[in-house]
């Protein structure tokens, strides 16, 4: 052996082998110097992030709100979210965490999603240049993957310190905000601040979602109101949560907690398509005997005496699947109710007028979010299911002076230009305009039903009547007649002829009278006949001029 490794030719391929191990060594001991720096740059990243996410639980647990990071928890499905631009307008050489938003993707119910939450916590959640340009660039690429956007704002505005070009950033973002609107959802949740010209942006989103505390928005705060005009208001009062759900009309529904918000978020988004293109997916269901024991109940729920006041979303909870309707804008103008729901596994807009409330009337708010509900359902490819118990349209100088016209004819714009299928159902009463644009065949719904106690006609029986037969019954006062009783004979007589769904069967306007209990199985074959209708543009034009 020791002859073998003597050998000249051995001891030169020893020498050669030794070489080698020497300066893969010397390469790697270099390599690793020259990677040193890297690993030290993605340990202090990681530093800094962690430091900033303790920072941030300090800040706003106190105040009884979540991190933008937990929030995102709450939102995405577990492990989904993918981070963009986490160090934009930071400094990790200067212990600079960030910019004050957090933008990236992740998933709901494993379907894509882009997101952007405001950071509080690092200057206030202020938009400077850097914020916007991270949420431009995260819309564009919304918009390419045709995801829907949702906003988790907590936010002091503009960054005063930036000037002008924070006002412009926030320009950026209204303008893409609206090259968005109607091509994918588009949800706000208002989680803290959001005052000033921030305001529109969620203004011009689909929803916007609140909470009951800590959720504020405004154009211009308390201390403003006060220099301004001396009127002494709080946050709350002035712009809270509960103030833009149930008197503005601005929020669409109010969570109890960040939580709940949150929830309510992930709920709706179960309904809508990612994009525009896509049609609202689609959920197993197998129709059960629970469905028919459901269906017979619908005959029970609706009094026959039309002055009798019900509540229509036990009528809604007897038509969709397993009774689950998920309500928009419930706090709001009441007397109208929309929301969401499944019929037969397919999501569907619901519009009813609720008896509960003033009788069902249409007045200047609920004329508006009817139509902005249609609206919505029209953009996104859900068809709109309209239930119809309506005396008419509010009375009194103080809906005129309000713009009753400008925003009843909303309604009508609104059902008139809808592509989607239309199925109206009446149940007891449809009168004057309010039967009209309550998606009537006239101005475009696809199949009208009515049930057998519908009462259609311009008037109710007892002010056609008194219309009619104005005369007719002055002559009887004066001739000491009973007055009363020839009312009576002529409001039963105007029932059985005229304020019925007769007529508008024989016009066409009304296809079928159903039973209560066929409802729901009306609808779903209805449904299934007009799923292949088309979009069709009528003319070239740009567009409407919708009465705003």
Known sequence: MTDIIASPAVKEAVKVVMEQQERLGDEAAAEARESQPIRTSVLRAAQLAAEAEDHARGRQHVKGK??????????????????????????????????????????????????????????????GVAEGRKICHLMDKALDLK???????????????????????YGHLFRKTCDASGFVPQLSLILGPCAGGAVYCPALTDLIIMTRENSNMFVTGPDVVKAATGEVISMDDLGGGYVHNATSGVAHYLGEDEADAIDYARTVLAYLPSNSDQQPPVYAYAATRADRDVAKRLATLVPDNDRQPYDVLDVIRCIVDYGEFVQVHELFAASAVVGFACIDGHPVGIVANQPNVNAGILDVDSSEKVARFVRLCD????????????????????????????????????????????????????????????????????????????????????????????????????????????????????????????LSLEMGEIDAMIDPEQTRETIIESLRLLASKKRVRRTGKHHGNQPL
């Open 66 to 127: 979540l991190t933008a990071r937990e929030r995102l928890d709450l939102l995405l499905d577990t492990g989904s979210f993918e981070e963009i631009g986490r160090f934009r307008g930071g400094d990790i050489n200067g212990g600079r965490a960030g910019s004050a938003v957090i933008t990236g993707f992740g998933e709901v119910f494993g379907r894509k999603v882009a997101v952007y939450a405001q950071d509080f916590s690092v200057k206030g959640g202020t938009l």
């Open 379 to 502: 953009a996104f490819n859900l068809p709109v299911v309209t239930l119809v118990d309506t005396p008419g349209y509010k009375p009194g100088a103080e809906q005129e002076h309000a713009g009753i016209i400008r925003r009843g004819a909303k309604v009508i714009y609104a059902y008139a230009n809808a592509q989607v299928p239309l199925v109206t159902i009446i149940l007891r009463k449809a009168f004057g305009g309010a039967y009209i644009v309550m998606g009537s065949k006239s101005i475009g719904a696809d199949m009208n039903f009515a049930w057998p106690s519908s009462q259609i006609a311009v008037l109710g029986a007892a002010g056609a009547v008194n219309i009619i037969h104005r005369k007719d019954l002055q002559k009887a006062k004066d001739n000491g007649k009973d007055v009363e009783a020839l009312r009576a004979k002529y409001i039963a007589d105007y029932e059985r002829t005229t304020v019925n769904a007769n």
């Open 147 to 169: 995801v829907p956007i949702i906003a988790l704002i907590d936010s002091g505005g503009a960054r005063i310190q930036e000037g002008v070009a924070a006002l412009t950033e």
